[in-house]
T-cell receptor, first 113, second 111 residues
Framework: EDKVVQSPLSLVVHEGDTVTLNCSYEVTNFRSLLWYKQEKKAPTFLFMLTSSGIEKKSGRLSSILDKKELFSILNITATQTGDSAIYLC?????????????FGKGTKLSVKP | NAGVTQTPKFQVLKTGQSMTLQCAQD?????MYWYRQDPGMGLRLIYYSASEGTTDKGEVPNGYNVSRLNKREFSLRLESAAPSQTSVYFC??????????FGPGTRLTVL
C-alpha cells in the first residue's frame, strides 16, 4: 500500500529560527514529490521534485529529494509568523489518470513572534 | 480566469439528506479530483476523473458518487449523508506538470 509519512506532526518555533520538515514515501511507480502550504483554505503549491539531489529554492524555502532513501525535506530559514501553516507532502505516481497523489498527514508549523 | 471553483462554500445537512457539490475549472485540464480533508488525516482521494466521461474510485469512495459530464465540471454527490461525511471537501485539477490546483473547498456538516 502506498503511503507518505511526514514528521514532525506539529512544530512550534520562534521567528528567525530555521526549521526542517521531513517526508518519507513508499509510492509504487513513483513519479514526483510535491510540497504544499495550507493556511486557512486550499493548499497552494510550493515545489515539485523529480530528481535526486537537486535543490529547489524559493526565497527562504528550499527542498530536496533523495530517491535512494525515499525521503524529502523542506527547509525554511529565518522563519516569520506568516510561515505558520500546515505543510503537506505528496507522492505522485504513474496511475491510470496521468498520475495520482498520495498525501501525508501534514506538519503543522506555528511560528511565534 | 477563475481557476477551480466550488459551490457551495458551506453546507449543513441532516442525516439521510442528499446533496451535490459542484466543481468547475477553466484551465482546460483533463484530470479532476475530489478529496476530503479531516483533522489528523490529511487529504484523502474520494474519486478522480482522467478525462470527460471517465471516473475511478480513490481511497475512500463509499457513500459518494461522481459525474464528469464535460471537461469543465466534476460533481460529487452524497445520496444519503451520514455524520461520518462531515469534512472539508476539495476539488482539484492535475495538469501534466503535476502542479495541482485546488478549489477553495466546501465545509460540510452532517448532523
Amino acid at each position: 500500500e502506498d503511503k507518505v509519512v511526514q514528521s514532525p506532526l506539529s512544530l512550534v518555533v520562534h521567528e528567525g529560527d530555521t526549521v526542517t520538515l521531513n517526508c518519507s514515501y513508499e509510492v509504487t511507480n513513483f513519479r514526483s514529490l510535491l510540497w504544499y502550504k495550507q493556511e486557512k483554505k486550499a493548499p497552494t503549491f510550493l515545489f515539485m521534485l523529480t530528481s535526486s539531489g537537486i535543490e529547489k529554492k524559493s526565497g527562504r524555502l528550499s527542498s530536496i529529494l533523495d530517491k535512494k532513501e525515499l525521503f524529502s525535506i523542506l527547509n525554511i530559514t529565518a522563519t516569520q509568523t506568516g510561515d505558520s501553516a500546515i505543510y503537506l507532502c505528496a507522492g505522485a505516481n504513474y496511475g491510470g489518470s496521468q498520475g495520482n497523489l498520495i498525501f501525508g498527514k501534514g506538519t503543522k508549523l506555528s511560528v511565534k513572534p | 480566469n477563475a481557476g477551480v471553483t466550488q459551490t457551495p462554500k458551506f453546507q449543513v445537512l441532516k442525516t439521510g439528506q442528499s446533496m451535490t457539490l459542484q466543481c468547475a475549472q477553466d484551465m482546460n485540464h483533463n484530470s479532476m479530483y475530489w478529496y476530503r480533508q479531516d483533522p489528523g488525516m490529511g487529504l484523502r482521494l474520494i474519486y478522480y476523473s482522467a478525462s470527460e466521461g471517465t471516473t475511478d474510485k480513490g481511497e475512500v469512495p463509499n457513500g459518494y458518487n461522481v459525474s464528469r459530464l464535460n471537461k469543465r465540471e466534476f460533481s460529487l454527490r452524497l445520496e444519503s449523508a451520514a455524520p461520518s461525511q462531515t469534512s472539508v471537501y476539495f476539488c482539484a485539477t492535475l495538469p501534466v506538470s503535476d502542479t495541482q490546483y485546488f478549489g477553495p473547498g466546501t465545509r460540510l456538516t452532517v448532523l
